[in-house]
């Protein structure tokens, strides 16, 4: 398949809700560890839609999959993909028929307690693994009968799990939150370069292969000022309902957390 532009190279996310369990040890602990530990599936090889018509399947096949860096004991545990936020590491992981199971040792900051608090009680329920995309082939395409593509399936067959997230909510690329919208779009306007360029040398009914809409520098670029611009947000939200506590002005913690998921403005929430 001639390949239309090159490759974005931006870590993308996808969301998994499943089972969160609580790993409880077997027989006398370790003495001095007291960690808490979870398991929970990380990824499948579920159809999982990126944007639009553009769909995308991971490929569990063990010669798809760099397991290194998350066999390795440092691969991280993170709130919300924020690589400042961190919750726990990976112990172990495993790839076993169609999925990826991790096993997390939280850490013992007093973030990740309120964390295990939310966890225990059923309202985490929510993961997301971020990972790197090296190869992928198209897996299939649907047309109508002008031609327009109306779905295209790509199979991703060598990829790199890189770290797993507690989440609140799906990654929507209209909350703020995983995947950003401009990272996300450029890998679909790659996707859809390829497929255009696929067609066009096997039925000439494409001449001129789709172009990404900005260069992958560009969207290197325009994703960390997004991240560091949100991380702000976030940041001077918490400290605002800090800092209303600490002076006797009552408990905004989850108002915070409301505020930093519906992108309110630190601005907005001050006022409040």
Do not use: C
């Amino acid at each position: 398949m001639p390949a239309a532009s090159e490759r974005p190279d931006a870590i993308q996310t996808r969301h998994l809700s499943g089972v969160i369990t609580r790993v409880r040890a077997e027989g006398e602990p370790t003495e001095g560890d007291e960690s808490i530990r979870y398991e929970f599936t990380a990824s499948t090889d579920g159809v999982v839609q990126l944007w639009g018509s553009t769909f995308e399947i991971l490929d569990h096949a063990p010669k798809s999959v760099r397991m290194d860096w998350f066999k390795s004991g440092n691969a991280p545990a993170l709130w919300m993909h924020d690589r400042t936020q961190i919750r726990g590491i990976i112990e172990s992981a495993t790839l076993s028929g169609n999925k990826v199971s991790v096993i997390v040792r939280m850490s013992p900051n007093e973030d990740t307690k309120e964390l295990i608090k939310d966890i225990d009680a059923g309202i985490i329920r929510n993961v997301s693994i971020g990972y790197r995309v090296f190869a992928e082939v198209m897996e299939s395409r649907e047309v109508d009968a002008d031609g327009y593509p109306t779905k295209t399936t790509w199979r991703v067959t060598d990829w790199e799990p890189k770290e797993v997230s507690f989440v609140t909510i799906p990654a929507d690329v209209d909350t703020g939150f995983g995947r950003a919208a401009d990272e996300l779009k450029t890998r679909v306007s790659y996707l859809e370069g390829l497929a255009a360029a696929d067609i066009s040398t096997r039925t000439n009914t494409m001449s001129d292969p789709v172009k990404p809409t900005i260069t992958v520098e560009e969207s290197d670029q325009k994703r960390d000022a997004a991240l560091t611009a949100e991380r702000g947000r976030a940041a001077r939200i918490h400290e605002a309902a800090r800092a209303a506590k600490k002076n006797g002005l009552g408990d905004f913690d989850e108002r915070a957390q409301e505020a930093i998921e519906k992108n309110e403005s630190s601005e907005d929430f001050h006022r409040h």
